[in-house]
């Protein structure tokens, strides 16, 4: 089997028996446009599954990389998307698969080159939607209803965030000045400060409105997209935030969730993660390994699933879009000070 499966926290767990770069040259790497190709790479993710399947989910992408190139790529698995950062900063792992912040970083701490972004369902990024369970307050129309294709699922928006009858977009920004009705003391339920759609966005969103997110509004804390859901179809909350749209996690324990929650507002578009790779790899590797990877889910159908259970994707893209990476690098930083 090609794949080491390894929990790696901390840089100094990764610093155990992960395999680095050894010189070494392939059979057909034309040795004029670049420098020598090593015998193996590592690459670093953090994977949708859990326990004993990690070997199982990872070696199919290991096994066909390792084949493609003629070289040896080992899969390791990382606890937390800060820990591909420090394995590739460490030459741990020359390959990362990670978030957009996480990929923001390593651009900006290790020089590491951005190759691929995310696909979920045909897009590389996606919008933070603002919830309400008073949309006579923040719905300036009548809400309509689209179908959230994904899940063909009916639900309910407003203030022109998406079009009755025809399938949702999720294209943000849209409905913003709706913000400006939280007044003080609304309860507003948030997620995580590191979560971008469920915190970051959104409460950039509001100061951008003048709302003082300290003080001028009732924090309701939440863990995870579906709870920010609930808290406003239960009535805990009478607005939340999460991501386009997280109404489906919980159409079964609220099957009326369409009715009780409506999206009023979209967030500019986040950024999905992607695949960046250290600045010592050879070009002419790194543009193999590019073009494999962008084509990995097309390959076969057993590839097509293991994108979806492996890191819950539909594929790859070459077409970086690095500005919107480089713009969530600026919602970070208003978390920094």
């Not at 020359?94 to 651009?107: F, P, R, T």
């Not at 951005?114 to 045909?122: A, E, N, P, Q």
């Not at 300036?140 to 009858?165: F, H, R």
């Amino acid at each position: 089997m090609r794949t080491s499966v390894l929990a790696v926290g901390a840089l100094a767990t990764l610093a155990l028996g992960l395999v680095g770069c050894s010189a070494g040259t392939p059979g057909d790497a034309p040795a004029e446009e670049s420098s020598a190709w090593p015998e193996s790479i590592t690459l670093s993710l953090v994977p949708s599954v859990e326990g004993e399947d990690l070997a199982e989910a990872l070696d199919p992408l290991t096994t066909y990389l390792s084949e493609q190139l003629g070289i040896e790529v080992e899969g390791v698995v990382a606890n937390d998307y800060a820990a591909t950062v420090e394995a590739l900063g460490a030459d741990q792992a020359q390959v990362i698969i990670s978030d957009a912040g996480s990929l923001y970083q390593a651009m900006e701490q290790y020089d590491a080159e951005l190759v691929l972004r995310d696909v979920r369902f045909g897009a590389t990024s996606y919008a933070a939607v603002g919830y309400t369970n008073n949309p006579d307050k923040y719905c300036a129309d009548t809400p309509v209803m689209a179908k959230y294709a994904a899940s063909d699922i009916e639900l309910s928006y407003c203030n022109g965030t998406e079009q009755a009858g025809v399938d949702a977009s999720g294209a943000g920004p849209a409905g913003l000045e709706s913000l400006k009705k939280i007044d003080a003391g609304t309860k507003v339920a948030l997620q995580a400060a590191t979560s971008p759609a469920g915190y970051q966005y959104p409460i950039v969103a509001m100061r951008d409105a003048r709302i003082n997110t300290d003080t001028g509004i009732t924090q309701v804390p939440v863990e995870g997209n579906n709870n920010a859901v609930l808290a406003v179809a239960n009535g805990d909350a009478e607005v939340s935030f999460g991501y386009w749209d997280a109404r489906t996690t919980v159409t079964a324990e609220a099957p009326d969730i369409a009715e009780k929650v409506v999206a009023f507002a979209y967030t500019e578009m986040i950024p999905n993660g992607g695949v960046a790779v250290a600045p010592t790899l050879p070009a002419d590797l790194v543009a193999e390994l590019t073009e494999l990877m962008a084509g990995y889910a097309d390959s076969s159908e057993e590839a097509k699933t293991v994108m979806f259970d492996l890191v819950g994707l539909s594929g790859w893209t070459d077409k970086t879009a690095s500005e919107e990476i480089a713009r969530y690098g600026e919602i970070l930083s208003e978390f920094a000070k």
